[in-house]
Nanobody, 126 residues
Framework: QVQLVESGGGLVQPGGSLRLSCVAS????????IGWFRQAPGKEREGVSS????????IYADSVKGRFTISRDNAKNTVHLQMNSLKPEDTAVYYC???????????????????WGQGTQVTVSS
């Protein structure tokens, strides 16, 4: 069974850091686009970052460039999202997702991702 499971969310003060993990099971991460998306209350889901696990190429939303870093560990079938200098506006449920087909670098659009995790809550507040 294909599954993605996120972890690492929590409550952090502004300026703090969190590291999210997305563990894949039922398939091998290599050759897939894996994206991180987030949805805040009352807002539409938005793309945060993605990685094409074959060559490590990445995409970042402008709002997180320079603060967030996406990486993959193919041996552990895991994608991480390191989030630094967190702001209150980063508060949201964060989801990881797999692109629709392998061997394709998908842009950061949620309609192009078809397998989703259950999400992990990130709250940035003092």
């Amino acid at each position: 069974q294909v599954q993605l499971v996120e972890s690492g969310g929590g409550l952090v003060q502004p300026g703090g850091s969190l590291r999210l993990s997305c563990v894949a099971s039922g398939f091998t991460l290599e050759y897939w686009s894996i994206g991180w998306f987030r949805q805040a209350p009352g807002k539409e889901r938005e793309g945060v970052s993605s990685i094409y696990t074959s060559d490590g190429s990445t995409i970042y939303a402008d709002s997180v460039k320079g603060r967030f870093t996406i990486s993959r560990d193919n041996a552990k079938n895991t994608v991480h999202l390191q989030m630094n200098s967190l702001k209150p506006e980063d508060t949201a449920v964060y989801y990881c997702a797999r692109g629709r087909s392998p061997r394709f670098k998908y842009p950061l659009r949620d309609a192009l991702y078809s397998t989703w995790g259950q999400g992990t809550q990130v709250t940035v507040s003092s």
